[in-house]
């Protein structure tokens, strides 16, 4: 019963383009939607996040949309960059402060 | 800058043994995370803990236990190593606001042959 489904296995993005990786979950119950980026051989690290009273927050950069009619977030990256090549996970917050986290995406972005 | 440390970045076990992954952070957190990480599957939480001594089981618990003796120690114990439990392991440790951002160690990945 997988609650967070990020369908795109990889994206490719030339540099100075839009970025678009997308998130779907099934629990209305999530409190906060987070995003982690992960480099290889490093641990995820935080990236940008939205309330569920909201649907969108920006930050440089990142956006991140919700449509919570939809169960659907998106994280937009523009312009993209080289260092942005990286694994995106979606993870929304439980009420007891556990992430549940989406299978990732793997960005790769052009020169 | 908070910090969560793993005790190795590589480990090679055989099948049968008994294996200890510590974690430490020093941020004083509350609450702290082991999951595991596989191609395809995103990060699964095998254990986690909110405080000294407590311990709650993920959606992976199967074949590890935990042990947290002190606030910045969080320890996940292979029983007996099989090979399936080849994987990336990651730590983490947050504490409470209302985002509970999780902060991880850099992971360990361990292959039991």
């Known amino acids: 019963d997988q609650q967070v489904k990020q369908n795109s296995p990889s994206l490719s993005v030339q540099e100075g383009r839009i970025s678009i990786l997308n998130c779907d979950y099934t629990n209305s119950m999530f409190d906060y939607f987070l995003w982690y980026k992960k480099y290889p051989a490093e641990g995820p690290t935080f990236l940008i996040s939205i309330s569920s009273i909201k649907d969108k927050n920006e930050d440089g950069r990142f956006t991140v949309f919700l449509n919570k009619s939809a169960k659907h977030l998106s994280l937009h990256i523009v312009p993209s960059q080289p260092g942005d090549s990286a694994v995106y996970f979606c993870?929304?917050?439980?009420?007891?402060?556990?992430?549940?986290f989406g299978q990732g995406t793997i960005l790769t972005v052009h020169p | 800058d908070v910090k969560v440390t793993q005790s190795s970045r590589y480990l090679v076990k055989r099948t049968g043994e008994k294996v200890f992954l510590e974690c430490v952070q020093d941020?004083?957190?509350?609450?702290m995370f082991w999951y595991r990480q596989d191609p395809g599957l995103g990060l699964r939480l095998i254990y986690f803990?909110?405080?000294?001594?407590?311990?709650e089981k993920g959606d992976i618990p199967e074949g590890y236990s935990v042990s947290r003796e002190k606030k910045e120690r969080f320890s996940l114990i292979l029983e007996s190593a099989s090979t399936n439990q080849t994987s990336m392991y990651l730590c983490a440790s947050s504490t409470y606001t209302r985002q509970n951002i999780q902060y991880f160690g850099a992971g360990t990945r361990l292959s039991v042959l």
């Open positions: 803990s909110y405080d000294v001594k407590m311990k």
């Open positions: 993870a929304p917050l439980t009420s007891y402060g556990k992430l549940t």
């Open positions: 941020m004083d957190h509350e609450n």
